[in-house]
């Protein structure tokens, strides 16, 4: 029994072992250059959080404006097909209204996201600008 044991502590020291002398290890690419080229190498680029959110944000302002758009030509459809049918030219002009109204909020927003990005993060990055 003793041998046993003595067995598996041995065995268990030897694969642990090699675990112990490589902890201190640490990989080049874990270590910071100043100097290194980090955005170019990677495809990362520089852009900084703001510019990001910019992005993000103008892509799902873009989205919604296609779906505005679809909704205004799908409204502009049923009322091509309504043929007199008043229920159908009141959903089509209730589509189209929503879609219009839909529209005005995205291009508020876009101008008001452009206006943010452009002049407060200037502002706060560069300073007032005389």
């Known amino acids: 029994m003793k041998r046993s044991i003595t067995s598996v502590i041995v065995t268990a020291t030897s694969f642990t072992l090699p675990l112990v002398t490589l902890a201190d290890y640490t990989p080049q690419a874990i270590i910071f250059d100043p100097n ?7 495809g990362l ?5 703001g510019d990001v ?5 103008n892509w799902v302002l873009g989205i919604l404006a296609l779906i505005a758009i679809s909704l205004v030509i ?11 049918n008043e229920e ?11 879609a219009i109204i839909g529209v005005l909020i995205i291009l508020a927003s876009y ?3 452009q206006y943010i990005f452009e002049n407060l993060v200037n ?3 560069n300073g007032p600008q005389n």
């Open 36 to 42: 290194s080229n980090v955005e170019r190498n990677t």
């Open 45 to 49: 680029g520089n852009a900084t959080p």
């Open 53 to 57: 959110a910019a992005g993000v944000i």
């Open 74 to 84: 799908y409204a502009g459809f049923l009322w091509l097909t309504a043929r007199g």
């Open 88 to 98: 159908q030219v009141t959903k089509a002009k209730n589509i189209l209204e929503g």
């Open 111 to 113: 101008g008001a996201t």
């Open 123 to 125: 502002a706060t990055v």
